[in-house]
C-alpha cells in the first residue's frame, strides 16, 4: 500500500514563530505533491502544489519544498488565523493518498 | 464561477445502499478527471475513488474497491459515487473534487454530503 507520512501529528507553536512540516512518500513522486490547509468545519483549502507552486490567493508566508519522496511546508510567520489542520496528498497517479494530518495550534 | 454540489446523503443501515451526486457548474465538466474525497467524524481526508475525464479509467481505494462505483455524466455535468454493502466505517461527510487547467491537485471542492451507516 502506498503511504504518506507527515509529521508531527500536531504541534503548539508562538504567533511569530516558523513551522515546519514533513511528509514523506513511500514511492518516489516526483513533485506531485500537494499541501492542503483545513480549518475546522470547513473544506480544504489547496495551499501548494507541484510541490513549491504557491496557489494564488494564498500568502507569502507559506512555502513548500522538496521532490522525489521529501516534502515540507513551512509556515516562515505563524499567525492566529493559521490554526488548521494541514495535509500533503500525492496526486500523480493513484492512490491519491493523504497524510494523516498536522494539526496547528497556538502555543 | 465553480460550483460542485454534493447531493443524496442520509441514514441508511449497514449492508444497505446508497448514491450520492456532485452536480457540476461553472466550467467544461467533460474535459476534468473528478475524485470523492471522504472524512469521518474527527478524522482526517482519504481518497476514495477518481474518475478521468473520458469516464473510462476508474480507481478505487482498496476500503472500497468492490463495494463503490464511481461514474459521471458528461451530458448532465454530474458525478455520481454508488455505495453497496455499507458498513459502519463508511460513515463520513464525502466531498467531490476537481483541479484546473493548470493543475490536477484538487482546488475546487463541493460543501460536502454526511452519509451516516447505523442501525
Known amino acids: 500500500d502506498f503511504q504518506m507520512t507527515q509529521s508531527p501529528s500536531s504541534l503548539s507553536a508562538p504567533v511569530g514563530s516558523r513551522v515546519t512540516i514533513t511528509c514523506r512518500a513511500s514511492q518516489a513522486i516526483n513533485n506531485y505533491l500537494a499541501w492542503y490547509q483545513q480549518k475546522p468545519g470547513k473544506v480544504p483549502k489547496l495551499l501548494i502544489y507541484?510541490?513549491?507552486t504557491l496557489q494564488s490567493g494564498v500568502p507569502s508566508r507559506f512555502s513548500g519544498s522538496g521532490s522525489g519522496t521529501d516534502f515540507t511546508l513551512t509556515i516562515s510567520s505563524l499567525q492566529a488565523e493559521d490554526v488548521a489542520t494541514y495535509y500533503c496528498?500525492?496526486?500523480?497517479?493513484?492512490?491519491?493518498?493523504f497524510g494523516q494530518g498536522t494539526k496547528v495550534d497556538i502555543k | 464561477e465553480v460550483q460542485l454540489l454534493e447531493s443524496g446523503g442520509g441514514l441508511v443501515q449497514p449492508g444497505g445502499s446508497l448514491r450520492v451526486s456532485c452536480a457540476a457548474s461553472?466550467?467544461?465538466?467533460?474535459?476534468?478527471?473528478m475524485g470523492w474525497v471522504r472524512q469521518a467524524p474527527g478524522k482526517g481526508l482519504e481518497w476514495v475513488s477518481s474518475i478521468k475525464s473520458s469516464g473510462i479509467e476508474k480507481y478505487y481505494a482498496g476500503s472500497v474497491k468492490g463495494r463503490f462505483t464511481i461514474s459521471r455524466d458528461n451530458s448532465r455535468n454530474t458525478l455520481y459515487l454508488q455505495m453497496n454493502s455499507l458498513k459502519a466505517e463508511d460513515t463520513a461527510i464525502y466531498y467531490c473534487?476537481?483541479?484546473?487547467?493548470?493543475?490536477?491537485?484538487?482546488?475546487?471542492w463541493g460543501q460536502g454530503t454526511l452519509v451516516t451507516v447505523s442501525s
Open positions: 461553472g466550467f467544461t465538466f467533460r474535459n476534468f478527471d
Open positions: 496528498q500525492k496526486y500523480n497517479s493513484a492512490p491519491w493518498t
Open positions: 507541484a510541490a513549491s
Open positions: 473534487a476537481t483541479g484546473t487547467t493548470y493543475s490536477s491537485s484538487w482546488y475546487h
